[in-house]
């Protein structure tokens, strides 16, 4: 439980330097901010990951696409940013998770059973 609470307060802050350097200045790929907690999350498990992919996303559409402090999108481009950052999380969740599953020794690729790890 305390991966999930790790992984909450990582967005959470991943939130607050997203919107810093937003209201600071002008950077396309500030999204990106979102995909450090995921991979930290990892190192807990792989459902904080996810839970950090997901909240990561939703902060991203709330809090720095137009119309701010709502879960509408009046930009289809942003529906494509939102959907990528969530998917690029769940990738990146299943590969640090499987990559910490092997550094423990705990399983090889074929072992781990994530399609991911097969390829």
Known sequence: MTGYFASVLMTAAATVVAIGIDSGMSIPNVS??????????GVSGLGASVCSAILGALAYNFFLTEPRYSLAVNDPANIWAIGL???????????????????????????????????
């Open 85 to 119: 950052l969530f998917f690029v999380g769940l990738i990146v969740s299943t590969i640090a998770y499987t990559s910490r599953r092997r550094g423990d020794g705990r399983g090889t690729p074929d072992e781990t059973g994530h399609p991911v790890a097969r390829l």
């Open 32 to 41: 990106l901010v979102f995909v450090i907690p995921v991979i930290i999350a």
